[in-house]
């Protein structure tokens, strides 16, 4: 590609990106599914206006890295501390139901040649993709609704934010295997050294930070400090333990999402990476899903990974959720809210590509589990609490004295 013709690529994925990022919320559906549209509209799926290369994977590679990164900044800790146990819980049966039901799906239309092998990874693979939340349609339709602050709002919004730092955990072991050499001790140990490393380092940063915020609030040195962390931690991750890059850019925004200026970083930070960086990455999934191949038997596995990926969901929350001694009506509502799948669905998917774990045809499947996840999380939602509104946690705790 010529240097002036990047230009012209640049102003129509931007152009494209915000057209149908917009057409898709008048839809009610989310602006990141408009944005993998317009890739495979001005992609050589249909118009051939732009065409995938290494300039523009480089691009969304660094969009990963700051959507990464601004997830760590909006993670509230506090939060997390006060969900407790059972959101802990719940989220972990709703990262390994759907990692076990994906895996067991890719092995039963390819069948099990053993532990180890490729086909075994893959399947690995494609339940790991299964595996993360994406919380903000559901946080959407609860808000609408006005019950976000009842318990089962507040257990489905920890539960979701503990989901995908487990999830990112478990991608972090999955790919650490991806190299024959690796054993799974050497894995655990390197994932071991890296937290071990991130925890030093990241308070010693933290506290760093601490004093410069004070003395500086709301400068333009702070956010120019916290991205070089971003990108120096996915360095390190990637090159010194063998880790993904998003997961030091995850591990970076968690060490300072609670300075002081943190919402000021984001805010930022959001600036370069939604304005400009993510955009390209989401087009870039539609630029380079390709509908050449998807013969019947692809179509059948993406109707039923989508099956898979939603039932898991809420079979798995909703029985964790029943341990803890929900309503039955209210396990569901647990289980429905976690279904909704998004951008770190997507991310695992290009971590896929981009390693050729994963054919260019499996993004199709992500993307129509996006698609129908989004659109039928809201409408169960509205249906369970039409039938049986939700308490805040005093009310119930109110409820529970007095019985």
């Known amino acids: 590609m010529e240097n002036y013709e990047v230009l012209m690529q640049l102003a129509i994925i931007m152009m494209a990106?915000?057209?149908?990022?917009?057409?898709a919320r008048k839809l009610r559906a989310p602006m990141v599914v408009g944005e993998i549209a317009a890739g495979l509209i001005i992609g050589p799926c249909l118009l051939g206006l732009v065409q995938p290369d290494e300039f523009l994977d480089r691009m969304a590679e660094i969009g990963v890295i700051l959507i990464m990164f601004s997830a760590g900044l909006e993670t509230n800790l506090k939060e997390l501390k006060k969900s407790g146990f059972i959101a802990f819980v719940i989220a972990c049966v709703g990262v390994f139901v759907p990692l076990i039901g994906g895996?067991?799906?890719?092995?039963?239309?390819?069948?099990?040649?053993?532990?180890?092998?490729?086909?075994?990874?893959?399947?690995?693979?494609?339940?790991?993709?299964?595996?993360a939340t994406s919380v903000g349609i559901t946080v959407e339709a609860l808000k609408e609704m006005d019950v976000l602050k009842g318990r089962v709002g507040q257990t489905i919004l920890s539960a979701a934010i503990i989901d995908d730092i487990i999830g990112i955990v478990v991608l972090t072991f999955v790919l650490g295997f991806k190299d024959p050499n690796n054993r799974p001790a050497a894995v655990s140990l390197k994932v071991a050294l890296f937290i071990g490393f991130s925890f030093v380092l990241g308070y010693a940063i933290y506290r760093v930070f601490r004093i410069v915020d004070e003395r500086y609030p709301h400068t333009r040195r702070i956010p120019i400090i916290a991205l070089s962390l971003c990108f120096v931690l996915a360095f390190v991750a990637e090159e010194y333990f063998g880790i993904a890059d998003i997961t030091g850019a995850y591990i970076a925004g968690i060490i300072l999402c609670s300075v002081r200026d943190a919402a000021y970083i984001d805010r930022k930070i959001s600036v370069n990476g939604y304005m400009f960086f993510a955009p390209i990455f989401f087009v870039g999934i539609g630029l380079k899903t390709t509908f050449k191949g998807l013969g019947g038997s692809m179509v059948l596995f993406a109707l039923c990974f989508v099956a898979v990926a939603m039932l898991t969901k809420l079979i798995g929350c909703g029985l964790a959720a029943k341990c803890f001694r929900f309503r039955?009506?209210?396990?569901?509502k647990i289980g429905a809210g976690m279904m909704t799948r998004g951008e770190v669905a997507l991310i695992i998917t290009?971590?896929?590509?981009?390693?050729?774990?994963?054919?260019?045809?499996?993004?199709?499947?992500?993307?129509?589990l996006i698609i129908v996840s989004s659109v039928v999380t809201p409408i169960m939602l509205k249906m369970l609490y039409s039938k049986s509104p939700d308490t805040s946690p005093e009310e119930a705790a109110e409820k529970a004295a007095e019985s």
């Open 17 to 23: 990106a915000k057209l149908f990022g917009l057409i």
């Open 328 to 332: 039955n009506i209210d396990c569901v």
């Open 350 to 368: 290009s971590k896929g590509l981009a390693m050729k774990i994963l054919d260019p045809g499996y993004s199709t499947a992500v993307i129509m």
């Open 103 to 131: 895996t067991v799906l890719y092995l039963c239309f390819h069948g099990f040649d053993g532990f180890g092998t490729d086909k075994f990874f893959t399947a690995l693979f494609i339940g790991c993709i299964m595996t």
